[in-house]
Structure formats: C-alpha cells, structure tokens
C-alpha cells in the first residue's frame, strides 16, 4: 500500500456533504492502493502540526481536498495550497482534488505549479484556471459517488443555503407552501452553536434583538435542530423519495443529483452551483435568482425533467463516478514515481 496524508478533512463540519466526500476518498483510495496514514481536519493549521508535517515528509503522497475552501483568497485555501511546496521539498507527490477555484491571487495560482494534479469540481473553476494556463481535469464533487436508492416519489423537499439572509428568505418561502425540511448540517444544542445559528440570518448581529426578525430566526433555528438527520442514508433516501428538492447548500445539490431527483438551486458564495447544474446539463432556469420567486407553477414545473435533462444527467452521473475510479487509480500510480 502507498502511504498518503489528506489535509482539509471536513467531517469536523458535521454536515452529510462533507461525511461523504471523505467516505469517498477512504473508499477509492484504499480500492486503489493507497493507505491514508494521516489526516488534518478542516480549521486546523497543518504547518503547526508536527504529526502532520512528518506524516507528509515520510508518505509518498498528499492530497487536498479542496471543497469549498479554495476561493477569493481565504487564509484556509492559501494555507492548503502551501503544502504542495512542503511536500516537494520533501519528496513527497502532490494533488489538489475536489476543489473549487474562484477568484484567487497571483500568488495562489503559483501555488499550483508545486501540485503534480489538479482536479476541480465543475467547469468554471476549470476554465478560471485554464485562462492562465493551468491544466485541471473537471470531476464532479466526490459527495456524488454515493447512490441512494430509488424510491417512489412525492412532495417537496428543501434544504438552507450556507448564506444566512438568503437561507432564511427561502425556509419563509418553503414555510408557505409546505415543503419538507432536510437540514445536512448536524447541530448540537451547545449556547455557542445556537448563538451562532440565530444570528447567521442577517449580517447586522444586532438584529436579533428585532422581534419579527428573532421569531423567524428562532423558528429556523429550531427546526433545523429538530429535524436533522443523524443517518446520511436516512437523509438522502428521503431526497430520492422527493418529487422536487429547493436548495441552497451545494453538497443537496449534488445529492439531489445522484438521486436523480429533479431541483430547483439558489446560487451560493461560489459559482459551484451554477457551474455544477450546467455541467450535469440541467435547465438554466434551475437556478432561482431570489426564494419570492418559488410559487406553486415553478413548483410543478421544476418537479419534472424536460428535454434531454434526464439523459443529459444519467450521462454525467456514468462518466463522473468513473472519473472518480480514475482519478484515484492515477493518484496511486503517481505515489509510486
């Protein structure tokens, strides 16, 4: 078995998407030969870890996993990104896998010439890079390998979006229409957690202490609580039972899609969404720029595939796990040079 380390382990976020990205990367990794004898979790800093940084020095391989973290120059991506040259310098192979790229420095893409391979999640972080000649192969998120299994459908789901304000416009939305909730994240009832939960919903903290604003908060917040899901399958066997998913959060997205369960997104703090929902070849209408927007024809509409959608995504979802497989198989034979 090759021996590799993984930085930017993401389970530490409590949150279904990321479990299961890992999950993948455990499976296919050891499938293919590589022993992962070390991991770093996300919001720790690597440099600082001794275990770490000898774990890199002695292994014949690290991996990033990238996710969301590697965009608009946010100190965690540049921290990642700085492994690739530790790792050289100790002979050790380096990938960025299952990433997003958006908006970064000169420097940051620098960064990436230290990286033996670069894959990204969906195309328009591949053409970001492309444009300053940085060769990336495009794979969608590893959270797709998993299959749920089918189910008959009905109803509609909804799941929040990692921007608060915009969260909490569509759960108002989905409150009206009586859609079901499908929180990923997975809350403790810890005052920090819960402080921190009630005041994402608006980016003044003191509008909390507003009535009408608190009561939606705290009903938000509640219900996320109480309805999550400790169980992934238990989750996304209730997203491959659903007629429709609305979501905000890109890892429903991706489920939605590996069930094959038809979705209406809202965009996010990336162009992940956007560019994830063009690459599977689903409609652009898709995308909702604002939650008012969601009434009962959009509903029944979106509820359904049209055109070539459901082909389009059969093909994406065959070609994107095999991509995976690949990947790994190419990351094990680039351990051994």
């Known amino acids: 078995m090759r021996k590799a380390v993984l930085l930017n382990d993401t389970r530490v976020d409590r949150h279904h998407g990321c479990t299961t990205v890992i999950e993948t990367i455990d499976n296919l990794a050891r499938r293919s030969g590589i022993e992962i004898i070390a991991k770093s979790p996300a919001h720790s800093d690597w440099r600082a870890d001794d275990a770490i940084t000898s774990a890199i020095a002695r292994a014949d391989l690290v ?20 492994v690739g040259k530790f790792a050289h310098d100790n002979g050790t192979k380096a990938a960025l896998i299952n990433s997003t790229w958006q908006a970064n420095s000169d420097a940051s893409l620098q960064a990436l010439n230290n990286f033996d391979i670069v894959s990204v999640r969906e195309s328009a972080s591949q053409a970001e890079l492309a444009k300053h000649g940085i060769e990336a192969r495009r794979i969608p998120d590893l959270a797709l390998y998993h299959t749920p299994p089918s189910a008959e459908r009905e109803g509609t789901g909804y799941c929040d979006s990692v921007q608060g304000p915009k969260a909490l416009a569509l759960y108002q939305r989905m409150w009206s229409l009586g859609a079901e909730p499908l929180p990923l994240v997975q809350l403790d009832m810890k005052p920090l957690t819960i402080a921190r939960w009630l005041t994402r919903y608006d980016p003044s903290k003191s509008a909390i202490f507003k009535p009408a604003h608190a009561m939606k908060a705290m009903r938000a917040t509640l219900q996320d609580y ?3 899901e400790p169980h992934r399958n238990v989750t996304t066997s209730k997203v491959a039972a659903k007629e429709l998913v609305v979501t905000g959060r890109f890892h429903m997205l991706i489920f939605c899609l590996g069930a094959r369960t038809p979705v209406l997104a809202l965009s996010s703090n990336t162009h992940k969404i956007e560019a994830t929902l063009a690459d599977a070849g689903l409609e652009p209408w898709r995308i909702v720029s604002n939650p008012a927007h969601i009434g009962e024809a959009l509903i029944e509409r979106a509820s359904q595939w049209h055109g070539d959608e459901a082909a389009n995504l059969d093909r994406f979802l065959k070609q994107g796990r ?8 190419d990351l ?3 351990s051994k040079q």
């Not at 996993?65 to 921290?79: C, F, L, M, S, V």
């Not at 095999?322 to 198989?329: G, I, N, P, V």
């Open 226 to 228: 109480r309805t999550q």
């Open 322 to 329: 095999s991509a995976m497989e690949t990947l790994f198989e």
């Open 63 to 82: 991996l990033v996993n990238g996710e969301g973290t590697i965009h608009h120059d946010r100190p965690a991506g540049i921290k990642l990104l700085e």
């Open 332 to 334: 094990a034979e680039l």
